[in-house]
Nanobody, 123 residues
């Protein structure tokens, strides 16, 4: 069975950093498209960043230059390094996997989801 387990969330002050991890099992990993999404109560889940099987990355404008998505193929772990955090970055963060090399940051394309890890940024 596919399992995605996020960790690394927490509470930080504005300008702080966190690194989220998503440990995966039961997936191909190396040939998958993977991404991070986030959601706040009452709002739709939104894409943050994605990484393709070739290592290519894409970031939404609101995190560009502050967040870095990466992966460890050997350990099957997806990461999201978040720097210069803002209050508006507070959300539940989810990792997602699409079992295909075609990679786009579109909610509907992803096959598997983790349970989420909460990030809270305070001023």
């Amino acid at each position: 069975a596919v399992q995605l387990v996020e960790s690394g969330g927490g509470s930080v002050q504005t300008g702080g950093s966190l690194r989220l991890s998503c440990a995966q099992s039961g997936v191909t990993f190396r040939s998958d498209c993977m991404a991070w999404f986030r959601q706040v109560p009452g709002k739709e889940r939104e894409g943050v960043a994605r990484i393709g099987s070739d290592g290519s990355t894409f970031y939404e404008d609101f995190v560009k230059g502050r967040f870095t998505i990466s992966k460890d193929n050997a350990q099957k772990i997806l990461y999201l390094q978040m720097n210069s955090l803002k209050v508006e970055d507070s959300a539940m963060y989810y990792c997602a996997v699409r079992r295909d090399e075609f990679c786009r940051l579109d909610l509907s394309l992803f096959d598997y989801w983790g349970q989420g890890t909460q990030v809270t940024v305070s001023s």
